[in-house]
């Protein structure tokens, strides 16, 4: 089966940097996702990793480690509009996407 | 807008009936998955189809059934509904090869 474990909230300040971890167990990987959530709306792709390493797309990054069964989402200058869920998701070998519970970000001016 | 449509928006119904929730996917794209989500559960995945053949199966419940018509959209079936069954439901679609699925707004369920 898959197990998916990410804090369940955070705060940060607007214009810092926050780090949003997940660790994952999972037979069989076939990439890891990250998706925004504003509350009440449908989840948006941000990132995609299936190879270890940094993938940086605009003030948001994804990291991946494949052997420790880690990510992290990092959101750099945050602004109020960033505050949503956040959430992290596995596909095993021939599964669909497994998602997390999510962690709800809150930025505080 | 991700492409995707969903309908309706919003329903309420009582305990023990039935619904059918509808779901069009982005033009050109094959699959289609349907996730539940409530608010102590996350985003549960239910069934994927893709072109009108059922590709895998989640936690579905067996009052819950979907189908993938000609025409690619599909419709979700929940029957003899439980208070339970309360909850947002979204539709996502795919391409063939690419990784990522492409939301709909969701249908917000009610059972009263």
């Known amino acids: 089966g898959q197990n998916i474990d990410q804090p369940t909230e955070m705060t940060a300040t607007e214009g810092a940097i926050v780090q949003i971890n997940c660790t994952y167990q999972?037979?069989?990987?076939?990439?890891l996702f990250w998706y925004q959530q504003h509350a009440g709306e449908a989840p948006t792709f941000l990132s995609y990793n299936v190879l270890d390493g940094l993938e940086e797309k605009g003030r948001f990054s994804s990291f991946l480690s494949r052997s420790k069964g880690y990510s992290y989402l990092l959101l750099k200058e945050l602004q109020m509009k960033d505050s949503a869920s956040y959430l992290c998701?596995?596909?095993?070998?021939?599964?669909?996407?497994?998602f997390g519970k999510g962690t709800r970000l809150s930025v505080i001016a | 807008d991700s492409g995707v449509t969903q309908t309706p928006k919003h329903l309420i119904t009582a305990t023990g009936q039935r619904v059918t929730l509808r779901c069009s996917p982005r033009?050109?794209?094959?699959?289609v998955y349907w996730y539940q989500q409530s608010l102590d559960q996350g985003l549960q995945f239910l069934i994927q189809y893709y072109n009108g053949e059922e590709r895998a199966k989640g936690n579905i419940l067996e009052r819950f059934s979907a189908q993938q018509f000609p025409d690619l959209h599909s419709e979700l079936n929940l029957s003899s509904l439980e208070l339970g069954d309360s909850a947002l439901y979204f539709c996502?679609?795919?391409?063939?090869?690419?990784?990522?699925?492409?939301f709909g707004p969701g249908t917000r369920l009610t059972v009263t």
């Open positions: 996502a679609s795919s391409e063939r090869t690419g990784p990522e699925q492409y």
């Open positions: 033009s050109g794209d094959l699959s």
């Open positions: 999972t037979s069989g990987f076939n990439g």
């Open positions: 998701a596995v596909r095993g070998g021939n599964t669909p996407l497994v």
